[in-house]
């Protein structure tokens, strides 16, 4: 719907980083929990790379719900730990 298209034009990647920082993880570890490598998500964080809104749906629920982010994403990622910021 109209909404969603709109969330995706206002989400960029000041956003993003402001997540990630929110969380503490580098970008190493943020882009191994999204299966996507650490030059796309630098390329998403500085906007030269435009995010599918599949991705900025899940960054949106990671904003939102940290609680449950937490549970379900860091718990795949917990042998990054030394990755760490």
Do not use: W
Request: with cysteine; proline share 2%; charged share 35%.
């Amino acid at each position: 719907g109209e909404s969603n298209d709109n969330d995706a034009k206002r989400f960029m990647g000041k956003d993003l980083k402001k997540i990630r920082k929110k969380y503490n993880i580098s970008q190493r570890c943020f882009a191994e929990m999204l299966d996507i490598s650490v030059k796309t998500l630098q390329n998403y964080e500085i906007d030269h790379r435009s995010m599918p809104s599949t991705a900025v749906s899940l960054f949106i629920f990671a904003d939102e719900n940290i609680d449950l982010f937490k549970k379900y994403y860091l718990s795949k990622v917990e042998r990054l730990e030394p990755y760490r910021n």
